[in-house]
């Protein structure tokens, strides 16, 4: 039975680092892409408002079916819909196909994102394996994005890698997770004799306090994110004066970085405490904020970034994957739903604070982050304390 579990965890490690690189290709290029094809920049944002509102809906949706699907299906067919939607992208220049294809991707991307890590509950339930998830996950985003970054313009015989390229990368790479996802075999267990209803899995989920503080914790720490990371290649070029092209190298440096933070992380704070955890990631990003509003320089801004961007991907598995592990396998898929929609409006609230508080004054949405952060980071403290009483 191990065997066969390790097996199944492995096949889903490969899908997901195939879904992920794939991601990294296309997500990061697709508006370059978009600009291409001859859209401006405020239609390319509509869009991907559209399809953000659009997946939080449709994330919603199927929370209320989620007791009654199989979460393997769900998966297999975002990757299906997302292979389909940029095949439909390489084959067309109808500008409706365009966005309609454009929207399902996206869609498609939220989907899988939401439904993989219940599935790989199924297999497995350990921090040792939300640390392998979450580490798969940047390495082949970076990857992906750092690969198609340096072959830009660079020719093969008469062919000159540009941003269809990519689309082709992409596709491929989406294709072959779909088909190494049909060698897995893992059983959707349920645990209860009696089939749970949407109301009891509600129920079960919200009824416990510290269940509802993460939920309400994760719109607190997507809106203190969105606040400075949701522009960032705005504030980059037009508050920092960074070029575009410097932008994109500093971003994806701090992004490597930040995954060798990380791997020594795991390495070596195994047994760190999650209130000790939360300190590190969240007080330092507090802490950096605060000195760029203090300071209102280019220095102060650009440090409090690269602590942002250094601390966004250590200790995940202590600060999230520790509390995802407190519900049950057969409300993983529900709540995993329930928390991007909640995570989805943080963003959306994120970002429409920071437009506010760049038209008053470009220091103060440093501060509205470190104050919002600072929150988070109380909150995580005092769950911690009621999960050592779990």
Not at 28 to 52: C, D, H, K, M, P
Not at 238 to 261: D, G, K, P, R
């Amino acid at each position: 039975m191990k065997e066969k579990n390790t097996k199944n965890e492995n096949i889903l490690m490969i899908v997901y680092a195939l879904v992920c690189f794939s991601m990294g290709v296309w997500s990061n290029y697709r508006q370059l892409w978009l600009s291409e094809a001859g859209f401006s920049v405020t239609e390319i944002s509509r869009i991907f408002s559209v399809a953000l509102i659009c997946s939080a809906i449709i994330s919603f949706i199927i929370s209320i079916f989620s007791v009654k699907v199989k979460v393997k299906n769900v998966v297999f067919l975002s990757i299906i819909f997302r292979s389909i939607s940029m095949l439909m992208l390489f084959a067309t220049k109808d500008i409706f196909l365009i966005k309609a294809s454009t929207l399902l991707c996206i869609m498609s991307d939220v989907i899988f994102m939401v439904s993989f890590y219940p599935m790989l509950t199924f297999v497995t339930m350990s921090d040792e394996s939300y640390r392998r998830k979450t580490l798969i996950e940047y390495i082949a985003k970076d990857v992906g994005i750092i690969s198609c970054g340096l072959l830009f313009g660079v020719s093969f015989g008469k062919y000159i890698f540009d941003y269809n390229t990519c689309l082709i990368i992409a596709i491929i790479s989406c294709i072959l997770s779909g088909f190494i996802l049909l060698f897995f075999n893992g059983e959707e267990k349920h645990t209860k004799k009696e089939k749970l209803t949407l109301k009891k899995s509600f129920k079960e989920i919200l009824s416990s306090k510290i269940n509802r503080l993460f939920l309400y914790n994760q719109l607190i720490i997507n809106i203190s994110y969105a606040v400075i990371f949701d522009l960032i290649m705005i504030i980059l070029t037009e508050y920092i004066s960074f070029e575009v092209s410097f932008a994109s190298v500093f971003i994806i440096v701090c992004n490597v970085l930040a995954n060798m933070i990380n791997i020594l992380i795991n390495k070596y704070g195994k047994n760190m405490s999650l209130k000790v955890s939360a300190i590190v990631k969240f007080g330092t990003r507090t802490l950096g904020y605060i000195v760029a509003f203090i300071l209102n320089n280019w220095t102060g801004f650009v440090l409090a970034i690269v602590i942002g961007l250094l601390t966004s991907r250590m200790l995940e598995d202590k600060v999230t994957g520790s509390f995802l592990q407190l519900i049950n396998e057969e409300n993983q898929f529900l709540h995993s739903n329930i928390r991007y929609f909640i995570s989805c409006i943080g963003e959306g609230i994120g970002a429409f604070i920071a437009g506010i508080l760049l038209s008053v004054s470009f220091k103060y949405i440093f501060l509205g982050a470190a104050i919002l952060t600072f929150v988070q980071t109380i909150i995580q403290i005092y769950m911690s304390k009621l999960k050592e009483k779990c």
